[in-house]
C-alpha cells in the first residue's frame, strides 16, 4: 500500500460509528471496523490464471476506488455503471460492506488503512505513470464525483458551470470543469476563498450572501454542481440557473432539509439530479482525463498512525482541510513479506 485517502464520507461513517457503536474505529490497529476507502498501492502480485488479461501488471501502481466488487450481471453492471449495482449485496463498498466470512476475514470489507489490499484484478484502475501518486489518490473518489455527473450530463466545453462550495469536490470540480472548457464560477459564502478560486480554474466569483452579486447573476449558469454537505435552501441557486437547466447534487444532505417546492422547478424547466461516484471505466477514463490535463487533488499528507489519522477524521468533518487528507502508508505500515 502506498497511500489511502481520507474523505468526509469516511468522517461521518467513523461519526456514526462512535456513536452508536461507543467505538473508537482505528484504522488497522485491531478495533471493531477498519474503513478507508480509495488508496493506491504498488502491485506486488497476480493471481495465476493464465487466461487473465491485466491492465495493471506487477510494478504497476494500481488504484482502488470505493468498491471492489458488485455483483457483475445486473442491467447496470452489464452498462459499467458498478457504481449502482442493483444486484444482491449491491456494489461492494471497500470497506465497511458485509461479506462472506470465508472472503473477507470478520465478514465484512477491511478498507485501505493496510498494509495490503487484496482486490480483483476487473475492479482495479491503473494510475498512469506520469502522475503524483499521493495527489492522484483523492481523484478516485473525488474526481469521479465530479467528472462523472459531467459526462452523463452531456455539459460541454463553452457552456457556464457554477460550482457551490470549494472543499474537496468543489476544489476538484473547478479543475475538471475548466480543464473541459467551462466557463467555470464558484458560489461561496467566503471571500477569502477567491484566490483559490480563481487559482484552481475559476473564471468567476460570486459570494452568495451579497443579494446585488447573485442578482447579477440570475439565470446565466448552464449546469451548478452542489457540493455543500449540510442543511441548505436551494432555491437561491436554482434563480442561477439557464432554463432548462440542471444542478447536481453530490454532498450529503439530511432528508428534509433541502426544500426546494416544485414551482422552483416547473415554470422553467429545471432540473435536480443526483450522482454517486462512477463505474470503473468511467473511473479509468477520468483518471485518464486528468492524467492529460495535470490535474490531481490538493491534498494534506498525514501519518498511518491512530493519533494522525483521528485528527484528519475530526478535521474533515468539520471542513479543516484543504482539501483532501491522504495517509503516507507506505512510510508507515509494513509491507507484505
Ligand atoms: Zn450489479
Redesign the pocket.
Known sequence: MLYTCVCGYVGMMWLRETKICNVLIIAGMGALRVPGGICVCELVEHSEDAECMYLVQVGDVAGVGCFTD?????????EGD?N????AG??HGTYGSERPEEQHPGGVTQGGYSGDIVVDQNYVIKVPENMHVAAAAPLLCAGITCYSPFMNHGIKAGQNLGIVGLGGLGHMAVKIGAAMGCNVTVITRDESKRELALSFGAKNVIISTDKAQMDAAAKTLHFIYNSIAFAHDIHQYLDLLKSNGTIIMVGGVPQGAMPAGSFSLIPRNLRVAGSLIGGIKQTQEMIDFCSKHNIVCSIEMIEATPEAVEIAWKRTVASDVKFRFVIDTKATLPKLA
Open positions: 458488485s455483483c457483475r450481471s445486473c442491467e447496470e453492471c452489464k458498478e449502482l449495482c442493483t444486484g449491491g456494489m
